[in-house]
């Protein structure tokens, strides 16, 4: 068999082992892809005037030239919510404090809040023509739009509507013309509504139904607490409330009667997407259903609590602790974690299933793999044992022949390939001997070559170029001739690359060649001087590589890291928001607690995740991405906690000396909950009985190298505050150092000092 058909074989042997495994592992991977699609799946289904009344929808479109809003596409949020609009400023009226937008007008009033981003506008006045904003309004008695926040700055570039629809009109034509609160919304005939379905939406679902039950309870707690400070200033006598704190308390109201409605809404979604997955019906039967059942004593107890707090607050009360709580705690709440953790069940069990097909792919791969390598081992050694002796020889024979031995032959009498390798081999020696190296053979050479040559007289003219040249710089040959190379590189200066390579050859400097059509092209450089056996100068070699294509991929990298370095950012500005949230669910919970140790402990939490809170806002806000600065960290954080604990400057001061050093972020985020406890244990212990003093925080590098933080203060020693009693602040002080890779030295004899040692890891990051 020649050697031509033994590799033949062998390539379509592995090419069909190699086909079986991306058959076998493309059917098991799209199935695996059509189950993870189900999770987040979404039904578009058609838009029915009759029931889309009262739903909170998310519209992207255009303005229309009639002034209504053109809909592109519709998704069905799972809420009633108050309007919100993105879209550019169309017009803007000083005298009544108003911008259109989206064909509506909006009024700013003293309480719209402004949240801007890095060049956005920060007041009514500051706002532009064309600037594009996104307002969240509320609709006043008169039906009027009046701003609660407007943000600016990196708005997204679409046009887009939240609301809940009031009213439905279908035309002749079968456009359906939706509003929203005034807002007139044109929606084509055949435009559907996306509807979330899917195991995990079902989560969320029943997660919000959760979050909105607490949300009302909070919030009827709040309206009680503020009907009571209302009657206690009327029994003063005071003035009549202010018209902000009549918008308070209808903020109130509106968040209690909010809080039941977001409920109702994801139980009607719950139950709509349970009916549609045929496979668990008992979910609905077991739990969706009684919570149907008891939503109407919801509602009327809500509703009536709303109207005895304008009338009787101590009725409202005795409503809220004797009814409401226990209804929503006995009656509701558990029946929605109930729900919520047969979700959280159902979503594990396909995720586990997922995962059993993942780890069947890679078994079928592994084994389709494994076999694909034998046959390829076994293969190859059959071919090697035919051709290995042969290619020795020849090997060697070409070593002889580059070595100027033109005589070697190799003596190979096969037939197949490597027997005619070795004949052609033998023929080009015989050749090789017989002839010397011709002009034109250095002709076709310079010619082939992939990058752009040319010739130059002494005096820098051009006098020969090969095709690479002329497809770079576009010229026809006898364009370039006799030209100097000056004319080609006039920002540059031809003169000076000539005398720079009398003085020694050029490699790769980069200059920029004028094209024909006035285009400039970078290149890469190189040159050399031509000299006679006299070291005169008979002439130049140059020699140019197109780095166009090089440049464009710099471009891309750089844009691509940007991209990501922003997509960072956005992860740590996140995380900040997400921690703020957790720090005010602390406060709301702290606001019914009396108990001043519990408050104490709510507080301790707060600031430690305050700690935590100010790394990621660092990092948002910094050009670094990866590290922390640590100085302008501890500071911050001190003085947050001084202001915290509202200690009198003259009374208690507080001293930082921070050096200039750099940590990563889990570094970092360590030492600020040292310094978090270490500090609030000092402000709030060594200093009893209004005493004064000064607490100290220094952070430097020793002589050895490594970071010394160390907390002190002069009073009457916070160590022997405790009695002895290791409290649980100081036993994360003491984990956290040794995560750090240090240990903790207390020292209570003059006051308290704290001091943590530990290694210092120089941190490399991209600017």
């Not at 890679?362 to 290619?391: C, F, K």
Request: proline fraction near 4%; include cysteine; aromatic fraction near 4%.
């Amino acid at each position: 068999m020649h050697l031509r058909q033994r590799l033949t074989v062998a390539t379509l042997s592995i090419v069909a082992v190699m086909g079986v495994v991306g058959l076998v592992s493309m059917r098991i991977n799209r199935d695996i892809q059509t189950d993870v699609e189900d999770l987040a799946r979404t039904a578009d289904l058609p838009l029915d005037p009759a029931t889309i009344g009262g739903q909170a929808l998310a519209i992207e479109g255009r303005p229309g030239p009639d002034g209504e809003f053109v809909a592109t596409a519709l998704e069905r949020l799972p809420a009633t919510r108050r309007p919100k609009l993105r879209g550019a400023v169309e017009a803007i009226e000083l005298p009544s404090r108003t911008v259109r937008l989206l064909g509506r007008a909006i009024r700013i009033d003293a309480n719209t809040e402004f949240s801007p981003s890095a060049g956005g506008a920060t007041s009514f006045e500051a706002l532009r023509l064309g600037a594009r904003v996104e307002i969240s309004a509320r609709i006043d008695a008169d039906g009027d739009w009046v701003a609660r926040k407007v943000e600016t700055g990196a708005i997204k570039r679409t046009d887009k509507v939240k609301g809940t629809i009031s009213a439905v009109a279908v035309r002749p034509n079968g456009v359906r013309r939706l509003e929203i609160d005034g807002l007139g919304i044109v929606v084509g005939a055949n435009l559907r509504v996306r509807t979330p379905r899917g195991p995990l939406y079902r989560m969320e679902s029943a997660m919000q139904m959760t979050l909105a039950v607490q949300e009302c309870l909070a919030a009827s707690h709040e309206l009680v607490k503020e009907r009571f400070r209302d009657r206690e200033v009327a029994a003063r006598g005071e003035s009549e409330p202010s018209a902000a704190r009549h918008m308070l308390l209808e903020e109130l109201e509106d968040r209690v009667l909010d809080g039941y409605e977001t409920f109702a809404e994801y139980l009607d979604e719950s139950r709509a997407s349970e009916r549609a997955e045929p496979s668990e019906p008992e979910s609905d039967v077991e739990w969706l259903a009684p919570l149907e059942a008891r939503r109407a004593t919801f509602e009327a107890e809500v509703r009536a609590l709303i109207a005895e707090a304008a009338l009787d607050v101590d009725a409202a009360e005795r409503r809220l602790k004797e009814r409401i709580e226990p209804f929503l705690r006995t009656e509701i709440q558990p029946r929605a974690h109930a729900y919520h953790r047969r979700t959280e069940e159902s979503l594990s069990e396909q995720l586990e299933a997922i995962a059993r097909r993942s780890s069947d792919a890679a078994r079928a791969e592994l084994a389709t793999n494994g076999a694909g390598l034998v046959l390829a081992l076994a293969l190859g050694l059959v071919v090697s044992r035919s051709i290995s002796r042969p290619l020795v020889a020849l090997t060697n024979a070409a070593r002889e022949v580059g070595r100027g031995r033109l005589e070697t032959r190799v003596a190979v009498e096969s037939t197949d390939e490597v027997g005619i390798l070795a004949h052609s081999f033998n023929r080009m020696a015989e050749e090789l001997a017989a002839s010397t190296v011709s002009v034109d053979k250095l002709s076709g050479v310079i010619d082939s070559m992939a990058g752009a040559l040319l010739l130059l007289a002494p005096d820098g003219r051009i006098t020969r170029v090969n095709p690479a040249a002329l497809a770079l710089l576009g010229y026809d040959e006898f364009e370039l001739l006799e030209r100097p190379l000056a004319s080609l590189s006039p920002n540059d200066g031809g003169e000076d690359a000539l005398a720079s390579m009398e003085r020694g050859s050029i490699t790769s400097l980069e200059r920029r060649f004028l094209r024909r059509d006035g285009a400039e092209v970078p290149v890469a450089f190189s040159g050399a001087v031509l000299r006679d056996s006299g070291g005169a100068v008979r002439g130049y070699v140059c020699l140019a590589q197109d780095l166009s294509a090089r440049k464009r991929m710099e471009q891309e990298l750089r844009r691509s890291l940007a991209e990501k370095e922003l997509l960072l950012r956005e992860v740590h500005h996140r995380v900040k928001n997400n921690l703020q949230v957790v720090s005010s669910l602390l406060a709301i919970q702290s606001s019914s607690i009396t108990d001043t140790p519990s408050l104490e402990r709510f507080q301790e939490s707060q600031d430690r995740i305050h700690a935590l809170v100010f790394v990621h806002d660092l990092l948002y806000s910094s050009r670094k991405v990866a590290s922390i600065d640590l100085s302008p960290y501890l500071q911050l954080l001190a003085s947050r906690l001084k202001e915290s604990y509202s200690l009198a400057p003259d009374r208690v001061r507080l001293s930082v000396d921070v050096e200039e050093l750099t940590l990563d972020i889990d570094r970092a985020q360590a030492c600020g909950l040292i310094v978090n406890e270490l500090v609030t244990n000092a402000f709030k212990h060594a200093f009893p009985n209004g005493r004064g003093g000064c607490v100290q925080l220094n952070c430097r590098l020793s002589p050895a190298g490594d970071v010394v933080l160390e907390v002190r203060d002069d009073g009457s020693g916070s160590v022997r505050a405790h009695g002895g009693v290791r409290s649980i602040g100081l036993e994360l002080v003491e984990t956290l150092a040794a995560q750090l890779g240090g240990r903790l030295e207390i020292d209570g004899s003059d006051g308290s000092a704290y001091r943590i040692e530990f290694p210092y890891e120089v941190v490399e990051h991209a600017a």
